[in-house]
């Protein structure tokens, strides 16, 4: 018989981010991370830093971090809350928003972080299906709700929805509070945070570890109006309340300033993943029309599992998630044009096309 103390532990199913391979030489096109590096001013800064400040708790209000992140936006910082990549920043909201007795609403398909966020908190959920064509419906988010949750653009279906959408979304639901999670706004998406200050129960979060290739530095954050902040802040400080690590502050800062790097790497992932769609396209794949960093794809001849496992044996690691409706779909991260061009070609091998 199993001891009964063991009935008491929280049974949990976690997360499973994409695999972080510890062979050498692979292309790896499975997490959504940024082919390129950070910023040289980040490297700078990080060279730069004074490790006996280490000594020291950092600035436990993160202001200067969360200055540079309002002067990017324009917004003021009692709008701008930081923490150790948006999943930290989006449970914590979950812990501080989502204490309705109604169930919170998400899409079915959808960053798989969230279900498992309201096992852990205990937060009833429901999911709403996305149409055939994997687009999100407002309609869908009328009823009333203890809160809702969206990624836009969505993950792992790259497509973004627009102002219209939001506004309609925000119409519908004005006694909870709205998430929308722009971790891939960058790539082409409509941002939202305009509308923060008209709705002051929007919480948009973003993230360091895409666009601004920081994904190992762990930095994210959220913008809204300065009662939702306020309320994020005090559910951390009852917890934990020192904020995001120095070395990751400077490193963020540096980041965030230099907006002509941001913008040369946003564009050049852009380029590729426009190109590679069409590569794809030719070789009779569907793929969806990313706003992402990544495209979403299957073929009407081809078996997703069994082509994502044949690019493993390649060295090239995509994405594969076994789920109803997307299991006959791949999603693969834009790399380099040269990693993109060795991925192509693997592409082609499988396909029997030379
Ligand atoms: C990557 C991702 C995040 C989390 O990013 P962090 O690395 O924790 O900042 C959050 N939401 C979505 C939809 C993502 O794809």
Redesign the pocket.
């Known amino acids: 018989m199993d001891n009964l103390w063991t009935e008491n532990i929280r049974k949990v199913e976690p997360y499973v981010p994409g695999e972080q391979s510890k062979e050498k030489d692979i292309i790896k096109l499975n997490?959504?991370e940024n082919p390129y590096p950070p910023s040289p001013k980040v490297f700078e800064a990080v060279k730069n830093f004074d490790c006996a400040g280490l000594k020291l708790y950092p600035d436990a209000d993160a202001g200067k971090f969360k200055e540079a992140i309002a002067r990017f936006y324009h917004i003021k910082k009692e709008n701008v809350f930081v923490g150790?990549?948006?999943?930290?920043?989006?449970a914590l909201s979950f812990q501080t928003f989502f204490n309705s007795e109604k169930p919170i609403v998400f899409p079915d398909i959808?960053?798989s972080?969230y279900p498992v966020w309201c096992e852990l908190f205990k937060i009833p959920y429901k999911t709403c299906p996305l149409g055939g064509d994997f687009r999100i419906n407002a309609d869908d988010y009328k009823e009333e709700n203890g809160g809702v949750v969206i990624?836009n653009p969505?993950?792992p279906t790259s497509l973004g929805e627009g102002k219209g959408f939001i506004e309609k979304l925000m119409e519908y639901n004005k006694d909870c509070v709205v998430i929308i999670?722009e971790?891939?706004v960058d790539f082409g998406g409509y941002s939202s945070v305009e509308l923060t200050e008209k709705y002051e129960n929007l919480l948009i979060?973003?993230?360091?570890?895409?666009s601004r290739s920081l994904?190992g530095m762990?930095?994210?954050y959220a913008i809204g109006s300065e009662k939702l902040i306020a309320s994020l802040e005090a559910v951390k400080n009852s917890y934990n309340s020192y904020t995001v690590n120095s070395i990751a502050m400077a490193a963020g800062t540096a980041a965030i300033n230099d907006k002509e790097y941001f913008n040369k790497t946003v564009s050049k992932v852009i380029k590729t993943r426009e190109r590679v769609k069409k590569e794809l396209r030719k070789l009779g794949f569907e793929v969806l029309d990313s706003q992402t960093n990544f495209l979403m794809a299957t073929h009407r001849e081809k078996d997703m599992k069994e082509y994502f496992e044949y690019l493993k044996t390649q060295k090239v690691f995509i994405r594969y998630f076994n789920k109803p409706r997307i299991n006959s779909y791949v999603r693969i991260t834009i790399g380099t044009d040269k990693e993109m061009d060795i991925f192509l070609e693997k592409t082609k091998e499988y396909l029997g096309r030379f």
């Open positions: 997490a959504n150790n990549g948006s999943d930290d920043v989006l959808t960053y972080f990624p969505n993950a999670d971790a891939y979060t973003c993230t360091f570890s895409k994904a762990r930095i994210g």
